[in-house]
């Protein structure tokens, strides 16, 4: 492994919540949420059905077209699951 160049190579212990929800326009999401230290309290969000990612926390909630482009929905839908996902991200804590 000497070709590699690593600037970062950590383990640590995660929680991950999976869920499986159908919003009141009959959009399907299967999610996976990862919470670790490693992004400032925020989640890392996982479209299981397509395998698209975003780290997001409330703030990125409220920036217009971040979900639509992260996970290539309409605003119908993205708001939507804006809706859910503002009860599971929780706050953004900075720490050292």
């Given amino acids: 492994m000497k070709d590699f160049d690593f600037l970062s190579d950590s383990t640590e212990q995660t929680t991950t919540r999976f869920v499986t929800f159908v919003t ?16 400032y309290g925020k989640k890392l969000v996982t479209d299981l059905m ?3 990612s975003a780290i ?20 119908e839908e993205a708001a939507e699951l804006s809706q859910f996902l503002s009860l599971v991200l929780g706050a953004v804590n900075f720490t050292d």
Avoid: Q, W
């Fill in 50 to 52: 397509f395998g698209r």
């Fill in 56 to 75: 997001l926390g409330p703030d990125d909630l409220e920036e217009e077209g971040v979900l639509e482009s992260v996970f290539r929905i309409n605003e």
């Fill in 24 to 39: 009141p326009g009959l959009k399907r999401f299967d999610l996976a949420i990862l919470s670790t230290n490693r992004f």
